[in-house]
């Protein structure tokens, strides 16, 4: 079973900045995708960003395109992801997810595991 343990969310006012942190552990896949998706109140689940485990350039929704960037230290599955240049619209639950056998995600990740999220929240 996956387990994940996130951090790093927090109040932050608009154009601020916030790092998230995951550590995901619990698994041994030779392909996988990880990454990041989002649920705000009343608003459908969003896929943030991800990136694959064999490499190549991460995906990102349009909405935070420029302003996000995830990065990996793969030799122990932790993934961050810098988000700046915050707004109201970001504020959110991050979850830190995971999708086995995705070598490609150029079109975003389905993501089969994920923890318990951290709340972000952007407001003056």
């Known amino acids: 079973q996956v387990q994940f343990v996130e951090s790093g969310g927090g109040l932050v006012q608009p154009g601020g900045s916030l790092r998230l942190s995951c550590r995901a552990s619990g698994f041994s896949w030779d392909y996988f995708a990880i990454g990041w998706f989002r649920q705000a109140p009343g608003k459908e689940r969003e896929g943030v960003s991800c990136?694959?485990?064999?490499?190549?350039?991460?995906y990102y929704a349009d909405s935070v395109k420029g302003r996000f960037t995830i990065s990996r230290d793969a030799a122990n599955n932790l993934i961050w992801l810098q988000m700046n240049n915050l707004k109201p619209d970001d504020t959110a639950v991050y979850y830190c997810?995971?999708?086995?056998?995705?070598?490609?995600?150029?079109?975003?990740?389905?993501?089969?595991?994920w923890g318990r999220g951290t709340q972000v929240t952007v407001s003056s």
């Open positions: 990136l694959a485990s064999v490499g190549g350039s991460p």
């Open positions: 997810a995971t999708e086995r056998n995705r070598v490609v995600v150029t079109r975003g990740c389905r993501f089969e595991s």
